[in-house]
């Protein structure tokens, strides 16, 4: 019989030195809560057998699978500014990678599979309320189509963790690229070890820029490569409203997926100041200032690589600034032709920019709600007519009017028809994203009731975020107050 993961993994390949291996601890009481059907299919993977006995005892730790060869991976990370030399896998095991049906390698990760060598003062687990945050998150920010990584399923674990409060305890099944970040390179590179430096590259090249593998240049290839998908990737973050709350370097992946679902959360009312993570005194990874911190981590990449980028130093660093100046020309221009698609422009013209910023600074004034706005804006492209209810959302709502007049003249100079238009704002501006408040109560239903109806509802309405969903209008409205003051929490 074929084994139930045709694993390959060629991270376990790498020196010793990179990871520690050791199985997942078992747990008392494993029973399924979720396995990702289509997704499970996309890996080849069948999902009948995933939620069988055996299935589960896999994916709770308690049985490892024929093919995998679990380890922990060493990295280190800046987190909120300060260097930490070894941070590493401290409840997460990768059991393996396959090869997908797109031809893609994937990891397969436990997260919450018990302690190992990096855990420090923790205990190697994950509770529910964490682990349905970001099954339901990382899954919405997928249907959005934006990168990130995946979950293939969650299951409980029958015991209990300890936190500020005793909570139930759960495993969840992560899918990416790689789990490889920012951190990884971090790691050797405080070592002085310039060897395993080389050897993460050449993989991170096979793996995740092929292309850079033929340059002539090819670490330097490879800085570009995670430059210009970090950038891709926060523009698109903007565009949505979410705010990640915790981009240490350790949690920034080279693959240029979302990763670690912590303590994000989107944003309702538009504020770009916004920072919801309780550890996040002053604002460092707030939403508008997650472009300049990705190019604070991505320069923290660039010194890693020093010692591969040329052989004498004023070179390599010469190398590295040019790399980094690719970063804002490239998030610029990512931003601003997702700003375009959101207005309805289908073409690019001297004043958007202004057009887009002028908009959200009148969002920010008058508190509009950021989801809201965009998609409401989609109906208005019908008419002058449709626009009431986008500056309803407006505290001020002649303070909108000004703006609009400005953005249908600008759609005039288009000359789409406007059901075209209204159709490509559709697509472009999502009528659902996980709200923070939906998100609490799902979790609340879940972990004080065990009642996981609310999570596999808003699953489901997150899993079409731009398509109208008349049964799921209640995912769509904002919280009473616009959300001021939410708060959120490192799942630790
Ligand atoms: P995070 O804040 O989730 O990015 O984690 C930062 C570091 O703390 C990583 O090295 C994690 O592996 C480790 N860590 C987080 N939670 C736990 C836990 N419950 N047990 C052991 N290590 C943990
Ligand atoms: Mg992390």
């Not at 970001?134 to 990130?148: F, H, K, N, R």
């Not at 049964?471 to 630790?492: D, N, S, V």
Request: overall charge negative; aromatic content about 8%; charged content about 20%.
């Amino acid at each position: 019989m074929q084994p139930p993961f045709p694993f390959d993994n060629s991270y376990a390949r790498l020196p010793a030195r990179f990871f520690a291996r050791l199985p997942p601890t078992p747990v008392s009481g494993p029973s399924l809560i979720r396995v990702n059907g289509p997704l499970a299919r996309d890996l080849a993977l069948d999902p009948a057998w995933l939620a069988s006995g055996e299935g589960v005892a896999v994916l709770a730790g308690n049985r490892v699978p024929e093919g995998a060869e679990p380890i922990a991976t060493a990295y280190a990370g800046h987190q909120f500014g300060h260097f930490v030399p070894q941070l590493g896998d401290g409840r997460a095991l990768l059991l393996g990678e396959v090869v997908g049906r797109d031809g893609a390698r994937r990891d397969i990760q436990l997260k919450g599979a018990g302690p190992t060598p990096f855990s420090r003062a923790g205990d190697g687990r994950a509770a529910l309320g964490p682990v349905l945050r970001e099954y339901l998150v990382s899954e919405a920010m997928a249907a959005l189509g934006i990168p990130t990584t995946r979950a293939l399923a969650a299951v409980a674990t029958g015991e209990r963790v300890i936190r500020e409060s005793v909570l139930p305890g759960a495993v969840l099944t992560r899918v990416a690229a790689s789990h490889i970040r920012v951190g990884t390179f971090q790691f050797f590179a405080a070592r002085g070890d310039t060897e395993g430096l080389r050897a993460l590259a050449d993989h991170v090249i096979a793996r995740h820029d092929p292309e850079a593998g033929a340059a002539e240049a090819p670490y330097r290839a490879l800085l570009d490569g995670v430059i210009a998908r970090q950038a891709d990737l926060v523009a698109r973050w903007l565009l949505v409203g979410f705010v990640h709350g915790v981009m240490n370097t350790d949690n920034m992946s080279v693959a240029g997926e979302t990763i670690d679902y912590g303590p994000c959360a989107f944003l309702d009312t538009y504020d770009p100041k916004t920072a919801f993570s309780s550890i996040d005194r002053h604002g460092r990874y707030a939403y508008g200032n997650q472009p300049r911190i990705a190019l604070w981590n991505l320069t923290r990449l660039a010194e890693a690589l020093l010692p591969l980028l040329a052989d004498d130093e004023a070179a390599a660093v010469a190398e590295a600034e040019a790399a980094l100046g690719g970063f804002a020309p490239r998030f610029e221009a990512a931003y601003h032709e997702g700003l375009n698609r959101k207005l309805g422009l289908a073409t690019r013209r001297e004043g958007d920019s202004d057009l887009a910023s002028d908009l959200l600074a009148l969002m920010a004034e008058n508190q509009a709600d950021f989801t809201l706005t965009f998609r409401r804006l989609g109906e208005a492209a019908a008419g002058p007519g449709a626009g009431e209810p986008v500056r309803s959302l407006f505290v001020d709502p002649t303070a909108f009017d000004g703006w609009a007049l400005r953005w249908r003249e600008r759609l005039a100079a288009e000359a789409r028809d406007p059901s075209a238009t209204a159709a490509a704002m559709r697509a472009a501006n999502p009528a659902f994203i996980p709200r923070n408040h939906r998100v609490e109560e799902m979790i609340e239903a879940a972990v004080e009731r065990s009642d996981f109806a609310p999570f596999e509802n808003l699953l489901r309405v997150l899993s079409r975020p731009y398509d109208d969903q008349p049964a799921g209008a209640r995912y769509a409205e904002p919280p009473e107050g616009g959300g001021a003051g939410y708060r959120t929490f490192c799942g630790t």
